[in-house]
C-alpha cells in the first residue's frame, strides 16, 4: 500500500473530513493515477484513503476517513445506495434528478443524473475514472437500471491528466440485431411541465437540473404579482420561459403576457421554441433572440424597454477563485443593467455558479450593482441549487450556486 506523508500541520483540513489534499500538502509520497494511498500526518497518524492524481493540483480526494474500510467494489456499492437512497428523502418534483453529486455524496468527481430511465455520468477525477466499471455496475444495480451514457467530457477532466470521454457505458447496445440504439433525445416531468434534452450534446449533461427550484419559485411570482413582461437572459433551453409563462397562465394573463428569452446557442433557443409550444403555450406569446446578452440589454436601454421580471442566469464566469475578480466586474454588469430595465416594483432573479465567487461576495455584486445604477431594491429570497445537489457541513466548496430575488423599489 502506498502512502502519501503531510507537511507538519497540513492534517488540519482532513481532521475536519475536508476531502481535498493539495499539492503543496504533500511532504512525500505518491502513486499511480487513481490509486488509492493511504494518507497520513507528518507524525505518521491515520487520516484517510484516498485517490492519488498525479498531475492535478488536487493532488489527492478523499474517499474514506475510516482506517478499516476497504476502497473495493462493496464500498463503491455502498456509496452509490447511500446517495441514491438520500434522494428519496429530498424533495425532488422531477423525474430528471442528480443521484450522485460528487464529493457533497463521498464520491469526489462523479456526477450521476437520472433522466427517466437513462442514467448519464460524469468521471472528473483519476479516481473515479480508475473504479468507473465498478461504478457503473454499483449504479445499474442500485438503480434497477439498464441504460448509462457517459459525459466524461467537462474541461476540469483536463486538470486531472484525462481525455475527453463519451458513449454509452452500459445498455446501448440494441437488444436484437436491426434495433436501433437506445434514444439519446429524452424527456422529464419537472413540476408540472414537460421539457426535452439531448444526453449527448446538451450542456452538462444534457440540462440544468440545479435550477428546478428556482424556475418553480419563478413561475410562483409571476402568477402572484401578475408578471407580463418578462426577459429570461441566458434562456439555455428555455425552463424559466415556461415557469414565467405557467404563472401567467395561473394568473390568467396568457393572452397579453409575452417572455423574451436571450442565448448564444442556436439549438438551445431552438429547443427553447419547442418547449414553449409543448406545453401548451402560445409560440406569439415568446420571442427568442439568438444573441449577446450584454449587448441587448445595453439595447434594450437604449429603446427605452422596460421589463416586469428579469432573470439572469449566466454561465460560470469564475471557475476558480482566481478569476473573481474580472468576474465580479462581468456580474455586476450585467445585474446594473437589469436593475436599470425593470419597472418600479419590478422582480430581478439574479443567479452565479461560480464555484469562485462565494454567496456573500455576490450579495456585495449585486449591491454594487443597484448603486451604480441608481436603483434601491428589496432582497425578498436567497436562492440556492435544488436539494439533489447538496450542500454539506464539510465540503463548503458544494456552494456553487446562488440567487438573489430582488425587487425594485417603487
Ligand atoms: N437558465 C438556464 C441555464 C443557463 S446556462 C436553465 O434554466 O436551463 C447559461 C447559458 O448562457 C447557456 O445556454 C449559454 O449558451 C448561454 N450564454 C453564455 N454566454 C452568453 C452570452 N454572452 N450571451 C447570451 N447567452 C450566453
Excluded at 464520491?107 to 448519464?120: A, Q
Excluded at 429570497?381 to 447538496?390: F, K, S
Aim: hydrophobic share 40%; aromatic share 8%; proline share 4%.
Amino acid at each position: 500500500m502506498k502512502t502519501l506523508r503531510l507537511r507538519p500541520g497540513k492534517e488540519r483540513s482532513l481532521l475536519r473530513r475536508h476531502p481535498w489534499i493539495f499539492e503543496s500538502a504533500i511532504a512525500k509520497g505518491g502513486g499511480d493515477s487513481g490509486e488509492t494511498v493511504r494518507v497520513e500526518s507528518h507524525e505518521g497518524q491515520f487520516l484517510a484513503w484516498a485517490a492519488f492524481s498525479p498531475s492535478s493540483r488536487i493532488r489527492a480526494r478523499v474517499w474514506s476517513f475510516d482506517e478499516a474500510q476497504r476502497i473495493d467494489a462493496p464500498f463503491f456499492i455502498a456509496a452509490c445506495a447511500r446517495s441514491i437512497i438520500a434522494r428519496a428523502r429530498f424533495d425532488v418534483q422531477s423525474d430528471g434528478i442528480r443521484l450522485v453529486h460528487g464529493e457533497s455524496d463521498g464520491l469526489p468527481g462523479l456526477i450521476v443524473d437520472r433522466y427517466g430511465d437513462t442514467l448519464v455520468a460524469q468521471f472528473t477525477s483519476a479516481g473515479t475514472e480508475r473504479w468507473k466499471d465498478v461504478i457503473a455496475d454499483a449504479l445499474l444495480r442500485e438503480t434497477g437500471l439498464a441504460k448509462l451514457y457517459e459525459r466524461s467530457d467537462a474541461s476540469v477532466r483536463a486538470l486531472e491528466g484525462l481525455e475527453p470521454a463519451t458513449g454509452w457505458l452500459r445498455g446501448g447496445a440494441p437488444a436484437q440485431a436491426g434495433d436501433a440504439p437506445p434514444p439519446l433525445e429524452l424527456s422529464i416531468h419537472e413540476h408540472q411541465w414537460r421539457l426535452t434534452l439531448n444526453i449527448a450534446e446538451g450542456h452538462k449533461t444534457g440540462f440544468y437540473l440545479d435550477q428546478r427550484d428556482s424556475r418553480k419559485r419563478f413561475a410562483d411570482y409571476a402568477q402572484r404579482l401578475g408578471f407580463k413582461h418578462v426577459l429570461n437572459c441566458f434562456c439555455y433551453t428555455g425552463g424559466f420561459s415556461v415557469a414565467a409563462l405557467a404563472g401567467m397562465r395561473a394568473a390568467g394573463a396568457a393572452a397579453d403576457g409575452h417572455v423574451t428569452s436571450i442565448d448564444s446557442s442556436g439549438p438551445a433557443l431552438e429547443r427553447a421554441r419547442a418547449h414553449v409550444a409543448l406545453n401548451g403555450f402560445d409560440v406569439n406569446r415568446a420571442s427568442f433572440l439568438d444573441a449577446d446578452v450584454n449587448a441587448s440589454l445595453r439595447q434594450f436601454l437604449k429603446e427605452g424597454q422596460r421589463f416586469d421580471a428579469i432573470v439572469l442566469d449566466p454561465p460560470k464566469f469564475a471557475p476558480t477563485a482566481a478569476h473573481a475578480e474580472r468576474a465580479a466586474r462581468a456580474y455586476k454588469d450585467i445585474n446594473r443593467l437589469a436593475l436599470q430595465l425593470l419597472i418600479p416594483g419590478g422582480v430581478l432573479f439574479t443567479f452565479s455558479c461560480s464555484g469562485g465567487i462565494s454567496a456573500d461576495l455576490f450579495h456585495k455584486i449585486v449591491a454594487s450593482a443597484g448603486a451604480d445604477a441608481g436603483v434601491d431594491g428589496y432582497i425578498l429570497e436567497r436562492l440556492g441549487g435544488a436539494p439533489d445537489h447538496p450542500m454539506t457541513l464539510e465540503f463548503p466548496e458544494g456552494e456553487y450556486l446562488k440567487g438573489l430575488v430582488v425587487m425594485r423599489k417603487g
